[in-house]
């Protein structure tokens, strides 16, 4: 029984349990050899294949191109402001809404602008009439200077005729009292040789006397031409002063002549000028009052209307502003190492986020300087505190023609710019 019950205690000498007796027969777990299978291996080696193809892909499509989400449309925007002051009489756009150049944007009060342009033609007309007024005077003093200059040479030669006369007449003078003196000296010795004859006797006292008479009239003859011939001499001196006196008259008559003309013309010239300053004001009030009609100069929507009837603006103040939506561009702001390979004419694919849709487009033209150059207040990397940031450059792209979505961007919308650089 003993030996019974101890075969049954050791069940690997019984048995009866199949399980211990093939774990008895089966080799110890760390030496099991583990059976993999091949097909795991390979759909593996696919996958790594498929990630390595899709990475070089990848990386060759994006070495062909360059984008940016920093980019939005632009285009003109012509602030229409007001020339002049005035009130405003009448507003004819609203905000959103398309206009063609020419077309009527507001009105301002044109009364007073009238009132000065009346002023000005007045003063034109004025002016003019003055002009008109003094433009015989030139002929007219023309003719006076040649008058005057005609007459003072005829006075001229009429005292070179007088002084002429005067030295004759002082020459006869001289020879009267030459002749004078002659037949008083004949007379006083008449008188010197009868008075011997009459204190002997020989002659008559009545004949002496008479000699005696002849001589004192002789004499008194001499004093009188001796006075003429003065006289004469005084005449001659002052026909010779007079002679002198008209040269002199004769020399500021020529000189001023042509001076009084200049004067007249001056004068026409400085009326003249007048005209025209009065016609520049004329103009310049029919400009002002132009101005009361402000219209569109360019085509485009509106945008930004801060005008309204009544009230007063002052010259260029802003009323309205105009988007010229037949002209839009998109600024993409590249950074500086993305313009390594981009040129001028590059194609471009445009993402418009509104509308969820791409356009074509081509590079227009590169930066002249990075944005931030231009900003407010540039940045000063002098200063010491100097942080490398890779910049960003504005470049300019065009739409391609002939798209139509293109009609429906406005300035300021986002878009994704691709620029395919190979």
């Not at 993999?36 to 498929?50: E, H, Q, T």
């Not at 010795?189 to 002849?214: C, F, G, M």
């Not at 016609?279 to 569109?296: G, M, N």
């Not at 007063?312 to 802003?318: F, K, R, S």
Request: hydrophobic fraction near 40%.
């Amino acid at each position: 029984m003993a030996e019974d019950t101890k075969i049954i205690d050791d069940p690997r000498r019984t048995g009866t349990d199949g399980a211990t007796s093939s774990a008895e027969n089966a080799p110890s777990a760390p030496h099991r050899k583990v059976r993999r299978s091949p097909r795991r291996l390979i759909i593996f080696l696919l996958v790594l294949a498929i990630i390595a193809a899709a990475g070089t892909a990848w990386w060759i499509h994006s070495e062909g191109y360059e984008t940016t989400d920093d980019a939005q449309v632009n285009a003109h925007l012509s602030a229409v402001s007001s020339r002049v002051a005035g009130t405003v009489t009448a507003v004819y756009v609203e905000e959103n809404q398309f206009v063609q150049v020419g077309q009527p944007i507001a009105d301002l009060d044109p009364r007073d602008y009238q009132n000065a342009l009346d002023e000005a033609q007045s003063q034109l007309l004025q002016a003019e009439a003055q002009v008109r007024a003094i433009n015989p005077n030139v002929p007219i003093t023309e003719t006076s200077n040649r008058a005057s200059v005609s007459s003072t040479e005829a006075d001229l030669a009429n005292a070179e005729a007088m002084l002429a006369a005067a030295e004759r007449d002082y020459e006869a003078a001289e020879a009267d009292l030459r002749q004078a003196e002659a037949n008083s000296a004949k007379a006083q010795s008449d008188v010197a040789r009868y008075q011997p004859l009459v204190a002997k006797d020989e002659v008559p006292r009545e004949q002496y006397d008479q000699v005696v008479a002849t001589a004192k009239a002789q004499a008194a003859l001499v004093d009188s031409r001796r006075a003429s011939a003065a006289a004469a001499r005084k005449t001659v001196d002052q026909r010779a002063a007079n002679l002198t006196q008209t040269k002199v008259r004769l020399a500021e008559v020529k000189d001023n002549a042509p001076r009084q003309l200049a004067i007249r013309q001056a004068d026409i010239v400085t009326r003249q000028a007048n005209v025209k300053t009065f016609e520049t004001q004329v103009a310049r009030a029919k400009l002002d009052l132009s101005y009361t009609k402000i219209i569109a100069p360019v085509s485009g929507i509106i945008s930004r209307r801060t005008v309204e009837v009544g009230q007063h603006v002052n010259a260029g103040q802003q009323m309205v502003q105009i988007a010229q939506v037949s002209d839009l561009w998109v600024t993409a702001n590249f950074k500086e190492t993305q313009l390594r390979r981009m040129r001028t004419g590059q194609r471009v694919t445009i993402h418009v986020d509104a509308f969820n849709e791409d356009l074509n487009g081509r590079v227009d033209s590169l930066p002249a300087s990075t944005g931030a150059i231009t900003s407010l207040l540039p940045p000063e990397n002098a200063t010491g505190n100097y942080v490398k940031v890779i910049q960003r450059m504005p470049v300019r792209i065009r739409f391609e023609p002939n798209q139509a979505a293109v009609a429906r961007l406005r300035p300021g919308m986002s878009v994704d710019p691709t620029v395919w650089v190979k």
